[in-house]
């Protein structure tokens, strides 16, 4: 049957649909808009893919990710993106050709991207997509209840994992943290507060032993890039609030890209967010990164707890650092060592014998 002979709420069901669009009641996707529509961070659109390039998959909302083909029909989520490792991209100011920017299945127009990849892969919109009442579904349409927003107080240990750019180490390090907290007997909650919609971070961190894992998405944005800064410091109250009210016993917290990008740093220099979050593990490339890093942490009133990520690839850059810096180097063997785990979020028992498991 062709694209053609559906009915549009068929044909949206037939489209290879994106993860971060995964909290999106599939039968409330019912009609499209035309192309005359302004699109808002976070609509959802369908799209034609016109040119395969540097994503040649999606990945979908059970987190597999599907072959692309020219021609194929997309679900996607408009939103800005920041990685300079890859793309830089904003929402565009209409529903001409675009681009998806990111595997997860972020929709944008591609102001640039690193000498070593390829061209993004280009898209056609076909139209925002309406629900019954001919309404633009948002992701935000279906963030988390308000009834959970906000917390008065963290009442479970907790760490902060935070590095120096884009692969760095951070999900690594938080994962392999959290595989120790739980061997320890810990109740995890994971949560990925900045960065861009895709479930690859988030599953590492379920697959290495979390209770439960949350990202921004669940706060209603596909993506944190220019959303506000006053919008991204209200992501981790919502989280946090969940992840408690779940019975997580230890919450470690991701913060994505590097110190100087700019949600990330806006986060990382709130006051509320510092006395809620004091505990940081810091992830670097190298000895230079690790000690302005954790230098700039400390002067924010930061407890860091140790240097770890891509650095611990390198005995020789794992000497170096220790060398230039009182701390701890955890490599991935020390943050799995259950002991070494409740020591970096400031316990020294472990939960079983403190009663907590």
């Known amino acids: 049957m062709s694209a053609s002979t559906y009915t549009t709420a068929q044909r949206l069901q037939a489209a290879k649909r994106a993860f971060v669009t995964r909290r999106v009641l599939s039968d409330d996707m019912q009609g499209l808009t035309d192309l005359n529509h302004i699109p808002q961070s976070g609509d959802l659109v369908l799209a034609r893919v016109t040119e395969i390039g540097h994503h040649t998959k999606i990945e979908r909302i059970d987190g597999r990710k599907a072959t692309l083909y020219e021609?194929?029909?997309?679900?996607?989520?408009?939103?800005?993106?920041?990685?300079?490792?890859?793309?830089?991209?904003?929402?565009?100011?209409?529903?001409?050709?675009?681009?998806?920017?990111?595997?997860?299945?972020?929709?944008?127009?591609?102001?640039?991207?690193?000498?070593?990849?390829?061209?993004?892969?280009?898209i056609e919109p076909i139209g925002l997509i309406t629900n019954a009442a001919g309404n633009v579904v948002n992701v935000a349409d279906y963030k988390l209840p308000a009834h959970r927003h906000g917390i008065t107080q963290i009442s479970v240990p907790s760490v902060v994992v935070v590095g120096t750019s884009m692969n760095a180490g951070k999900t690594t390090t938080a994962a392999n943290l959290i595989h120790g907290l739980t061997t320890a007997g810990h109740t995890v909650g994971a949560m990925k507060i900045t960065g861009t919609g895709a479930g690859g971070d988030l599953w590492l961190m379920k697959d290495s032993g979390a209770a439960q894992v949350l990202d921004f998405t669940d706060a209603g944005?596909?993506?944190?890039?220019?959303?506000?800064?006053?919008?991204?410091?209200?992501?981790?109250?919502?989280?946090?609030?969940?992840?408690?009210?779940?019975?997580?016993t230890a919450i470690v917290i991701e913060v994505a890209d590097g110190i100087y990008q700019q949600e990330t740093r806006a986060i990382l220099q709130c006051n509320k967010f510092k006395q809620q979050f004091s505990n940081v593990l810091f992830a670097a490339r190298e000895a230079m990164g690790a000690q302005s890093g954790a230098s700039w942490l400390q002067e924010q009133g930061y407890l860091v707890q140790g240097i770890s990520g891509r650095i611990c690839a390198s005995p020789l850059a794992t000497r170096e650092a220790a060398d230039v810096l009182d701390m701890a180097v955890y490599g991935l063997e020390d943050l799995r060592d259950p002991a070494k785990a409740c020591g970096i979020i400031g316990q020294d028992d472990y939960p079983s014998q403190a009663g907590i498991a």
């Open 71 to 122: 021609g194929d029909e997309i679900i996607l989520a408009f939103g800005n993106r920041y990685a300079p490792d890859q793309f830089e991209a904003l929402v565009p100011q209409d529903l001409a050709a675009c681009h998806m920017v990111a595997a997860g299945g972020i929709a944008g127009l591609a102001i640039g991207w690193h000498s070593r990849i390829e061209m993004p892969t280009q």
């Open 221 to 248: 944005y596909p993506t944190s890039f220019n959303i506000g800064i006053e919008k991204a410091k209200e992501i981790y109250p919502v989280l946090a609030a969940e992840l408690m009210r779940k019975g997580c």
